[in-house]
């Protein structure tokens, strides 16, 4: 299971870090990813990192601005986002796969229950 936590409202170009706890998984052999999803928007992809050698990759939209990272020793995968826009408001979902980092949700077999972001103009 994973369970997702850190949303809120914050002003744009502010800042929020996500978390993620995961339970039940061998956490560090799978590959971790954010996704996000606006209303009356498809889910898109955020950002990944590896299981095995903690590579990221990262949407275009935030390249830059947002930071994923992992500790395998708490089970955890956080997000920090800078420079936040209104436009990125949405439900951010963390995600788990046990294989390599993929930008498509159906490639990630478990899902956290999202956290709201929403970023006021």
């Known amino acids: 299971q994973l369970q997702a936590s850190g949303g809120g409202l914050v002003q744009a170009g502010g800042s929020l870090r996500l978390s993620c706890a995961a339970s039940g998984l061998t956490f560090s052999t799978y590959t971790l990813a954010w996704f996000r999803q606006a209303p009356g928007k498809e889910r898109e992809f955020v950002g990944a990192?590896?299981?095995?050698?903690?590579?990221?990759a990262y949407a275009d939209s935030v390249e830059g601005r947002f930071t994923i990272s992992r500790d395998n020793a708490e089970n955890t995968v956080s997000l920090q986002m800078n420079s936040l826009k209104p436009e990125e408001t949405a439900v951010y979902y963390c995600?788990?796969?046990?294989?390599?980092?993929?930008?498509?949700?159906?490639?990630?077999?478990?899902w956290g229950q999202g956290t709201q972001v929403t970023v006021s103009s």
């Open positions: 990192i590896s299981w095995k050698v903690g590579s990221t």
């Open positions: 995600a788990a796969a046990r294989s390599f980092m993929s930008t498509v949700p159906y490639a990630y077999a478990y």
